[in-house]
């Protein structure tokens, strides 16, 4: 099975706190630097289930961008796309829960442009996912809506993750479901904050709803988490479930969110 990803591919810095920051003073913390943005994130939890997996965006040509590039070619991801500018960097601030909050520069990831979509990518697609941050504004919604068609051509199916609420509420919950409606996907992944301020769900697709320690319903198959010895870090594990959905179910999808929590950063 080959699994397209499009969307950001970013240098993710991920940094797990053992209490409160110390205001004008040093915090210890367990710090980790890699590659990681939701598209890419997928795309190397789908090869390492067992899949082959395509990561499409548009990466910096400078230190950040290379290493992001390395690291995924090293865990058998196909990294396509231009590099021009300054990479996008994620910081992830983990609380000793798990929980986490991010800090976002997505930079050269949120030009990616319908041109720099060559349409030989898709050749072989089985099944496209689309990060719901490239649909937030121009021009990388073109972008994402012509590798969706150009999907669609080939048969392959679509999804997306609609990935944040907070991004959904600054570019306009209304102007966003249209462009998803436009997307056509068969399968949509959503939290409950995303689906809530987006105002409801599209109709005709199979809907996935991540709750997180909760769980997860796969198109109302109301599904327990997986226990784990202890929860490191929530960074990723949305995008492991995807990943572990697309190339095996909910029971494979259960399992790679399980191991993405154990662990510190987004990548398996």
Not at 104 to 118: I, K
Not at 222 to 233: K, S, T
């Amino acid at each position: 099975m080959l699994i397209c990803t499009l969307g950001d591919q970013t240098l993710d810095v991920v940094v797990r706190l053992p209490g409160p920051l110390a205001p004008g003073g040093d915090t210890p913390a367990e710090i980790s630097v890699g590659p990681g943005g939701q598209a890419a994130n997928v795309a190397a939890w789908a090869v390492a289930l067992g899949a082959r997996a395509r990561s499409i965006g548009r990466r910096g040509s400078d230190d950040a961008g290379r290493l992001v590039r390395q690291g995924l070619e090293a865990r058998g991801v196909e990294v396509l796309g231009p590099e021009e500018g300054r990479n996008g960097v994620i910081c992830s601030l983990v609380s000793p829960h798990g929980a986490r909050s991010m800090a976002a520069d997505r930079s050269a990831g949120a030009e990616l442009r319908p041109e720099d979509v060559d349409e030989a990518w898709l050749d072989s697609c089985d099944h496209l996912f689309v990060s719901g941050y490239a649909l937030l504004r121009a021009p990388a919604r073109a972008a994402a809506l012509r590798a969706a068609r150009l999907a669609q051509e080939r048969n392959a199916t679509v999804s997306v993750d609609l990935s944040t609420w907070s991004a959904i509420r600054d570019a306009g919950p209304d102007e966003v479901l249209a462009a998803v409606a436009r997307l056509a996907p068969e399968i949509v992944f959503a939290n409950e904050d995303e689906e809530r301020i987006l105002g409801g769900r599209l109709e005709g697709t199979t809907w996935i709803s991540k709750r997180g320690a909760r769980g997860a319903s796969f198109d109302g198959d109301e599904r327990a988490a997986l226990p784990v010895e202890r929860v490191v870090d929530s960074t990723g594990a949305g995008d492991a479930l995807a990943a572990g959905y697309l190339v095996g179910g909910p029971d494979l999808a259960l399992e790679a969110a399980a191991r993405c929590v154990s662990r510190l950063g987004s990548m398996p």
